[in-house]
C-alpha cells in the first residue's frame, strides 16, 4: 500500500492470515509506505497464523505514525498446539538491505506517538515464538495505557516472547536464518511513557519472556508507567537501556554509549520477574545521569534466584523515595547482584538498595563512586532469612574535613553587653521627650520650641 497520507478510523482493519489448520502455509507479509500512517478508534493492522504456518510479518514505512484510542497493530500466532511463529513488526522511514543480503539497516521515522489505549503487540499461543518488535524513530510518545508488547501465551510448553527493540537507527542481522539477532547503532532523541502506558514482554508457561533493548539520548518514564519482562516457568528477558546497543554472535549483548538522562518518578518501574523455576532477567542501564524519584527498579523472583541489576553512570545516581531491589521471596534461589559503577554522586534520600532472599544467600551489593551521600533512613542490605548473608561493599574516597571545620562555642551568644543603657536610666533623670507638631516653624518666636 502506498499514499502519501494515510489514514483508518472507526474499527478499519488491514488484515493478513493463514486460516487452514495443521497443513496451513504462512501468513502474507503487510507493507504500507507513507510520509503520514494515522489510526485511531479501534482501527488496526493484523497479520495471523492459525494452523502451523508463520504469521506474517507487517513493515510499516512512515515519517511519522499516529496511533489513537485502541487503534492495534499486531501478529498473532493463534495454534495452541504445534503452531508456527508470530510475525515480527517493524516501524521506521526507510530500510536499506547490504550487497550480502545479510543485513537490514532500519532508518528511523520522525515521530512515533501511542495514546489512549493503543498498542502494537506480537504474541504466541501455541509452541512457536512470538515475533520481534523494531521501532526506528527519532521520537516515541506514549501515554495514556498505551502499549508495546510481545508474549508467549501458552501455559504449557510454549515458544519464546519475542524481543523489543527501539533506537533511532536499528541493525537487523543474518535475516536469513531464524537467529535474528539487532543492534542500535544511533539512540532515539527522547522515548517518554506517561499515565500507565508500558513496554512489555512475557511469557506465560515454559517460554522464556523476550529481550528489551532501548537505544535513547533522553528516557523519561512518570505516572504509573512501565517497562517489563516478566517469566512464568521460564526466564524473565533482559532489559537493557543505554544510548547504544550491540548483540554480537555470542549473544551477549554489549552497551558501547551512554543514555544523557534516565528519569523515573511518579511510580514508574523497570522491572523483570520470574513466578516459578526461571530466573528473573537482569537489568543494565547505563546513563550519564540517572535519577528516580518515587521509583523502581527491581529484578525479583519468587522461587528462583534474582536477575542482576547493573547502573553505570558519569554523572550522578540519584534516588528519592525510591528502591533497587534483587529480592527472592520464597524460594531457595540467591538475591541478585546490585552494581552502581563510577559515577561522581550516589545520593541516596529515603530510598532502598536491596538484595535478599528467603532460604537462599542473600546477593550483593557493590557501589563504587567519587562521592557517596546518604540519608539516616535510607537502606542498604543484602540478607537472608535462612540462607548466608550477603556482601554490601561501598567505595568512596574517605575525606578528612576535620582540620576545615570550627569548634563552636559552648555557651550562648551573651546579647545583654550590645544593649546600651537608656538616657533616664544614666542620668537618673527624666526621660527626654520628642515632639512633632502641627507647624514646622512655631507662630510666636518666644513660644516652646518643636
Known sequence: MFASEIAMDSSASVSSASLYGQNGGHGGIIQIFGEYLKLENHAGITTSSSGQGNAGAIFLLASQVDMDSGASVSSLSKSETDGGDGGGIFIMK??????????????????????????????????????????ATSELDMDNSASISSGSLSEGNGGDGGAIGI????VMKNTDTDDERFSVT???????????????TSGKGYGNAGEIGLGVS????????????????????????????????????????FADHIRLHGNSA???????????????????????????????ADFS?????????????????????TNVYRGIGNGG?????NPEFVILNHSEIQANAQDGDGGAVFIITDNFLKSFSSIIEATSARGNEGTVRIEAPDFDISGELTVMPGTFFDAEKWVYDSCESRS????GRFTIRRYVVPPDPSGEQP
Open 270 to 300: 523497570i522491572t523483570t520477574s520470574s513466578e516459578g523455576v526461571g530466573d528473573a532477567g537482569d537489568i543494565r542501564l547505563k546513563a550519564r545521569r540517572f535519577e528516580m524519584h518515587d521509583a523502581s527498579v527491581s529484578s525479583d
Open 94 to 135: 526507510n530500510r536499506m538491505m547490504d550487497d550480502s543480503g545479510s543485513t537490514l539497516t532500519f532508518q528511523a521515522s520522525d515521530r512515533i506517538r501511542l495514546q489512549n489505549h493503543a498498542s502494537v503487540s506480537t504474541s504466541s499461543s501455541g509452541q512457536g515464538d512470538a515475533g520481534n518488535i523494531l521501532l
Open 337 to 341: 547482584d546490585i552494581g552502581i559503577r
Open 167 to 170: 533506537g533511532k537507527e536499528i
Open 186 to 200: 544511533q539512540p532515539a532523541d527522547t522515548i517518554r511513557l506517561r499515565n500507565h502506558a508500558n513496554i512489555n
Open 428 to 431: 537618673g533623670k527624666e526621660r
Open 305 to 325: 534466584g534474582g536477575g542482576r541489576i547493573t547502573v553505570s553512570a558519569e554523572n550522578t545516581v540519584w534516588l528519592t523515595d525510591s528502591r533497587i531491589t
Open 218 to 257: 533522553d528516557l523519561e518514564l512518570d505516572s504509573n508507567a512501565f517497562i517489563s519482562s516478566i517469566g512464568k516457568n521460564g526466564q524473565g528477558g533482559m532489559i537493557i537501556i543505554a544510548g547504544t546497543i550491540d548483540e554480537p554472535e555470542n549473544e551477549k549483548f554489549t552497551t558501547p554509549g
